[in-house]
Nanobody, 120 residues
Framework: QVQLVESGGGLVQPGGSLRLSCAAS????????MGWYRQAPGNERELAAV???????NYADSVKGRFTISRDNAKNTVYLQMNSLKPEDTAVYYC??????????????WGQGTQVTVSS
């Protein structure tokens, strides 16, 4: 069983910073990528940032220049440093793990989500 434990969410004022962490444990064999998705009330879940096991990254246009994703492969942990936060960043942030399980298939695992609220 794969477990993803997220932490670091909370309430912050506009312009502030938060750092999210996601630690993966359990049946971890071959990580393909880890990422952060977010979902605001009434909206669909969207990709915020993703990082491959090799270190390549991709970001949503809305967070480029403000968010940085990083990882510690030895700890199976991914981080999201969020700076210059805006009210529109308010959402539940979900950690996602994608593993390669064969040459033709991958498996996705999701965390429970952590609330980020940006408000004055």
């Amino acid at each position: 069983q794969v477990q993803l434990v997220e932490s670091g969410g909370g309430l912050v004022q506009p312009g502030g910073s938060l750092r999210l962490s996601c630690a993966a444990s359990g049946s971890i064999f071959s990580i393909y990528a880890m990422g952060w998705y977010r979902q605001a009330p009434g909206n669909e879940r969207e990709l915020a940032a993703v990082i491959s096991s090799g270190g390549s990254t991709n970001y949503a246009d809305s967070v480029k220049g403000r968010f940085t994703i990083s990882r510690d492969n030895a700890k199976n942990t991914v981080y999201l440093q969020m700076n210059s936060l805006k009210p529109e960043d308010t959402a539940v942030y979900y950690c996602k793990l994608e593993q390669t399980i064969s040459s033709k298939a991958t498996m996705e695992s999701w965390g429970q989500g952590t609330q980020v609220t940006v408000s004055s």
